[in-house]
């Protein structure tokens, strides 16, 4: 089933989609910049993986949730794949609206690697948001005849992944220039725009995308 997936002509617009969001600043990378900012690199890493650990959960629940849903019908494959296009969307509707982006206050006393891991990771898991983002997004690229929830599982893991390689890249880049990226906020609207094109665009790709049939 991963060879199906991976060599799928699916797999590598998942690969781009999966890096654009991931590099897109959202609430998780102000989240880990601000831990690295106010208590340094160790401090940003640690939160990577309850991030990480956390996004995998609802991977994980998302995916369980749509194998049993895309197990009825035909029919219910398509209402998913039209419902996640209108969520993604709005995604990127409402990060076009937003003023500001999504800020968390992060205290600057120092706390032990153990707590920082485990406060990214109930952020990440609490966060209802991101199981309906892996529900919008993963079937969108599944693979006809294979199992859904073995696809699900498998590029909910690659997309966790990836954004643990990116957000790794804002951790270090924001300890390197930790004096200079405190205050600094005249790269937030070119972000909101970012982020909106990104989940518009990949919205719209899965609205009018053609239908994947078994052979």
Do not use: W
């Not at 991963?2 to 002509?9: M, N, R």
């Not at 601000?34 to 990480?52: E, F, H, K, M, Y």
């Not at 990214?120 to 892996?134: E, Q, S």
């Not at 951790?171 to 205050?183: D, E, F, I, K």
């Amino acid at each position: 089933m991963i060879a199906a997936i991976v060599t799928s002509p699916t797999f590598a617009a998942f690969l781009l989609a999966s890096l654009i969001l991931a590099v897109t600043p959202g609430p998780a990378v102000v989240y880990i910049v601000t831990r690295t900012l106010s208590q340094g690199r160790a401090a940003g890493l640690a939160s990577i993986g309850g991030i990480a650990l956390g996004n995998l959960g609802n991977a994980a629940l998302a995916s369980f949730g749509l194998a049993a849903l895309l197990a009825a019908s035909a029919t219910a494959f398509a209402v998913v794949k039209l419902a996640g296009a209108a969520y993604l969307i709005f995604l990127g509707v409402r990060a076009l609206r937003a003023p500001h982006a999504t800020e968390l206050a992060v205290p600057a006393v120092g706390l032990a690697p153990v707590r920082l891991f485990r406060d990214g990771f109930v952020v990440a898991l609490l966060n209802p948001k991101t199981a309906l983002f892996f529900a919008a997004l993963l079937p969108q690229f599944f693979v006809a005849g294979a199992p859904p929830l073995g696809q699900s599982l498998v590029l909910g893991s690659v997309f966790v992944m990836i954004a643990m390689c990116t957000d790794t890249t804002y951790v270090l880049t924001a300890a390197v220039l930790a004096p200079s990226l405190g205050h600094r906020t005249a790269l937030r609207p070119f972000s909101r725009y970012l982020s909106a094109a990104s989940f518009i665009g990949l919205g719209l790709y899965a609205a009018f995308a053609s239908p994947r049939t078994s052979k």
